[in-house]
């Protein structure tokens, strides 16, 4: 079957983000004057062929710890449509 | 002393390289390209900077992913001396060589200047012929150089001295944690830094600085 799947793959708690601070800054500068902070992170739209959801999200799992995700200083998440 | 350079689709800084490591071997080196599943025989193996798939992902990401990386690590094995230069830094974490990872620098630009580095460690293969202590200039050139790991990664490479250079006097061009700016791997035969000692080698370039970084490792091979 044919699995759409969306992997979101965000900074660490604790990890500094100059682009998100820089982000921020900028959206303050357009007047946003409520926001806290920026935190920059990757969206990976995957379509991907599995026999299905269970062996998919393992599938992804490993794509995340292998290559889409740097676990040093990033965490994953994975959602199945 | 046989020594061989890992190209990769965007590599740029590999002419440089090939030309000072012919300059202080006495030999041009062997040239690698990034499918090959297996790498010739040679005393140093050295993964050249530039933008390898043009930083996609993350930077290094999808060249420490090619097929020649698993025959490098390989060598790595087998105790070959492997140098990181940069980008090749940058592949080098994200192949697992070596620990961290180089993020973003924290100013946001691109940094193309000279600093200074201190010698921190004058044990490694790499490092032979410099002092303890020892200032050296060096350029840089990179937009992701800022050097992290988490905080029990750092306590052990820096128990273990494996923290080779730093950038001193107020140089840090990228909010590197602990001013890091080179490292060795646990045994010592893989090292990683985001300087380029291939850029001061000859007086044409205005020091040479670099150039007993790579005349300590062709020691360590006669010697060997």
Redesign the interface.
């Known amino acids: 079957m044919l699995i759409r799947a969306r992997v979101t793959v965000t900074l660490k708690n604790g990890?500094?983000d100059?682009?998100g601070k820089?982000i921020s800054g900028s959206l303050a500068a357009l007047g946003f004057a409520g926001v806290d902070s920026v935190r920059q992170g990757k969206v990976f739209d995957i379509e991907l062929n599995a026999v299905d959801k269970q062996s998919a999200e393992a599938d992804l799992t490993a794509m995340c710890d292998?290559?889409?995700a740097?676990t040093?200083?990033e965490d994953y998440a994975v959602e199945i449509a | 002393m046989t020594t061989a350079v890992i190209l990769f689709p965007g590599s740029n800084r590999d002419r440089d390289m090939i030309a000072a490591l012919t300059k202080i071997s006495g030999r041009p080196p062997l040239t690698v390209w990034h499918t090959e599943t297996s790498v010739p025989d040679a005393d140093l193996y050295v993964v050249p900077g530039g933008f390898s798939y043009g930083d996609y992902?993350?930077s290094g990401?999808i060249a420490a992913?090619s097929p020649v990386m698993d025959a490098l690590k390989r060598r790595a094995d087998q105790g070959r001396l492997i140098l990181g230069v940069c980008n090749g830094f940058q592949i080098l974490t994200?192949a697992g060589l070596l620990p961290?990872?180089l993020?973003?620098?924290?100013?946001?630009k691109f940094v193309c200047r000279e600093v200074k580095l201190k010698v921190e460690n004058a044990g490694t293969a790499f490092t032979r012929h410099y002092q303890k202590g020892q200032i050296l200039r060096c350029p840089v050139a990179h937009h992701d150089g800022?050097y992290?790991?988490?905080s029990e990664?750092l306590d052990r490479i820096e128990g273990e001295g494996r923290v080779v250079f730093r950038y001193a006097e107020g140089t840090n061009p990228n909010?590197s944690i602990n001013d890091i700016a080179g490292i060795v791997s646990d045994k010592g035969n893989v090292m990683g830094m985001m300087p380029h000692p291939e850029n001061l080698i000859e007086a044409a370039h205005g020091g040479t600085d670099g150039r007993a970084l790579f005349e300590s490792a062709l020691e360590v091979v006669e010697a060997a």
Not at chain 2, 103 to 108: H, K, Q, T, V
């Open positions: 990890v500094l100059p682009q820089a292998k290559l889409l740097n040093v200083i | 992902l993350r990401a992913r994200e961290g990872v993020m973003r620098n924290a100013g946001l800022n992290f790991a988490d990664t909010g």
